[in-house]
C-alpha cells in the first residue's frame, strides 16, 4: 500500500499510524488469503493421492487374489486325496507345477510392486553417462525375441551426454520395451513393425526421449494419454505387468523432474514419450 497524497494538509503522525493499521490488516488478510490457496492445493493433491491410492489397492487385492485361490484349490484337492488315501503321483506332481507356478506369478507381481514403491528421490544416484550405449545394452538383450517377432528396432539421435540416474534410465527404457511387446502381443499384429527409438535436441531446458513403431493403428486409446492408475487400470487390454511398468516408469520420471506420455499419430504410430532435464 503507498499513500501518495494527501487531500486535505500535510499527513501528521495519527495519519502514519492510521496506514500501519491498515496495511498490518491488509499484510493479514493477504497472508490469510496465501495460506488458503496452499490449503486448498494440498487438499487436492491428497485428494488425487487418496484416489490413486484406492484403485492401486484394488488392482493389488484382485491381482493377489486370484493365484491365492488358486492356490488354495490345488492345496485342498491334495488334502482330499490324502485324507481319503487316494495319492496318485502324477496327479499331485501336476497340482505342485500349478501351484508353483502361481507363486511365482505373484512373487513377480510383488517384486514388481516392490520396485514402484521403494522408488524415492533421495535415493536417485545422478551421474554422467552416454544414453545411447544404455539403450544398446538393453536392445542387446531383446534383439533375438524381438527378431523373431519380425520387430526391427532404429536408433536415432541421443545426446553424447545426460546427468540421470543410469541404472533408472535403464529400467525406464527396459520397461518401455516390454510394455511394447506386450501391447504388440495383445492387439494380434502380424505385419512386421519398426520400433523407432531415439530423443530430441535441446527444447528449452530438457531433453525429450522416445519410443515410435511404424503401426498404423493405435495400441492404446486416446485416454491413455492420462496415464494415470485409474486411466491405466480401466483399459481391459493391458495386463498386471503392463500396469506395474507403467506406474514405474511414471513414478520414476517424475521424481527426476520430467514428464511422461502416450500418443498416436498417422506420421508416427504408437508413441511413449519421456522428457529428461539437463
Same mark, same amino acid.
Given at each position: 500500500i503507498e499513500a501518495i497524497n494527501k487531500y486535505d494538509g500535510v499527513f501528521r503522525e495519527d495519519d502514519l499510524e492510521l496506514l500501519q493499521a491498515i496495511a498490518r490488516y491488509a499484510g493479514i488478510a493477504i497472508e490469510n488469503a496465501i495460506i488458503h490457496r496452499e490449503l486448498e492445493n494440498k487438499n487436492n493433491e491428497l485428494t488425487g493421492v487418496n484416489r490413486d491410492l484406492e484403485a492401486f489397492l484394488d488392482v493389488i487385492t484382485h491381482e493377489l487374489q486370484t493365484p491365492l485361490s488358486s492356490i488354495k484349490g490345488y492345496t485342498d484337492l491334495m488334502k482330499k486325496n490324502i485324507d481319503s488315501e487316494k495319492i496318485e503321483i502324477e496327479q499331485h506332481r501336476e497340482y505342485l507345477q500349478r501351484i508353483e507356478s502361481n507363486y511365482n506369478v505373484m512373487s513377480r507381481f510383488i517384486r514388481n510392486i516392490l520396485a514402484v514403491i521403494s522408488l524415492k528421490k533421495d535415493k536417485l544416484e545422478k551421474i554422467e553417462f552416454n544414453p545411447r550405449s544404455v539403450i544398446q545394452e538393453i536392445i542387446?538383450?531383446?534383439?533375438?525375441?524381438?527378431?523373431?517377432?519380425?520387430?526391427?528396432?532404429?536408433?536415432?539421435?541421443?545426446?553424447?551426454?545426460?546427468v540421470y540416474d543410469n541404472r533408472i534410465f535403464y529400467q525406464i527404457y527396459d520397461r518401455l520395451l516390454r510394455n511394447y511387446a506386450e501391447?504388440?502381443?495383445?492387439?494380434?499384429?502380424?505385419?512386421?513393425?519398426? @520400433? +523407432?527409438? /531415439?530423443?530430441?535436441?535441446?527444447?528449452?531446458?530438457?531433453?525429450?526421449?522416445?519410443?515410435?513403431?511404424?503401426?498404423?493403428?493405435?495400441?492404446?486409446?486416446?485416454?491413455?494419454?492420462?496415464?494415470?492408475?485409474?486411466?491405466?487400470?480401466r483399459r481391459g487390454v493391458v495386463n498386471r505387468d503392463f500396469l506395474i511398468n507403467t506406474l514405474f516408469i511414471k513414478k520414476a520420471v517424475e @521424481? +527426476?523432474? /520430467?514428464?511422461?506420455?502416450y500418443v498416436y499419430s498417422d506420421e508416427q504410430g504408437n508413441k511413449f514419450w519421456f522428457t529428461v532435464p539437463h
Open positions: 542387446s538383450v531383446y534383439h533375438e525375441n524381438f527378431k523373431a517377432k519380425g520387430i526391427q528396432i532404429k536408433l536415432g539421435w541421443f545426446p553424447s551426454q545426460i501391447l504388440l502381443r495383445t492387439s494380434g499384429a502380424r505385419e512386421k513393425i519398426i @520400433l +523407432n527409438i /531415439g530423443s530430441k535436441e535441446k527444447e528449452d531446458s530438457y531433453y525429450k526421449f522416445f519410443i515410435f513403431d511404424s503401426y498404423d493403428f493405435p495400441l492404446l486409446d486416446e485416454a491413455a494419454v492420462e496415464l494415470s492408475l485409474e486411466a491405466v487400470k @521424481l +527426476n523432474g /520430467g514428464e511422461f506420455g
